[in-house]
T-cell receptor
């Protein structure tokens, strides 16, 4: 089954404690992205990757890092999480075919 | 950047009713998709439809690219259709970044 898998689904952490949210896709897609969703602000892109070792900033990259060492994986790293990074995070992937983007199940992160 | 407006913002319907959701966008697009965000927060890809018409069961969508709008039709609504429907577009010069509309919250009452 074609899918984008994020882990964990839910996470509560403390300010300053480094964390990684993993994302993996099994569709051999070139493009992968991270979005965050906040009430009143909608979905905004954090980072994206056009292919292995190629990443670039989206609209709200501050406080986040990404890496794309393998085509299927695109982890999101919060080196020093702060409460304003409490949000619902989505990973997405898309390819060159005419199917559009597919989203993972979401990760609900709370930073206290 | 490109603007995406959706209407209506909220819609409450009785089970079995039909509905039409609208998405207007301000510039030419490479990609337009409709998503359903269910009550558990998951974003489900409904249609990839930069132009033309597609149907999938009780749902169908039409995009008129030259007039910069898209419509999502839901027929014979069921309670499982409840949630928020988003339209998202990628501009022609895009980097695969989707710009999302503010959504239509649909509530289906049994």
């Amino acid at each position: 089954e074609a899918q984008v898998t994020q882990n964990p689904r839910y996470l509560i952490t403390v300010t300053g404690k480094k964390l990684t949210v993993t994302c993996s896709q099994n569709m051999n897609h070139e493009y992968m992205s991270w979005y965050r969703q906040d009430p009143g602000l909608g979905l905004r892109q954090i980072y994206y990757s056009m292919n292995v070792e190629v990443t670039d900033k989206g609209d709200v990259p501050e406080g986040y890092k990404v890496s794309r060492k393998e085509k299927r994986n695109f982890p999101l790293i919060l080196e020093s999480p702060s409460p304003n990074q409490t949000s619902l995070y989505f990973c997405a992937s898309s390819g060159t075919g005419l199917t559009g983007a597919f989203f993972g199940q979401g990760t609900r992160l709370t930073v206290v | 950047g490109i603007q995406v407006e959706q209407s209506p913002p909220d819609l409450i319907l009785q089970e079995g009713a039909n509905s039409t959701l609208r998405c207007n966008f301000s510039d030419s697009v490479n990609n337009l998709q409709w998503f359903h965000q269910n009550p558990w927060g998951q974003l489900i890809n409904l249609f990839y439809i930069p132009s033309g018409t597609k149907q999938n069961g009780r749902l169908s969508a039409t995009t008129v690219a030259t007039e910069r709008y898209s419509l999502l039709y839901i027929s014979s609504s069921q309670t499982t259709d409840s949630g928020v429907y988003f339209c998202a577009v990628e501009p022609n010069f895009g980097n695969e970044k989707l710009t999302f509309g503010t959504g239509t919250r649909l509530t289906i009452i049994p």
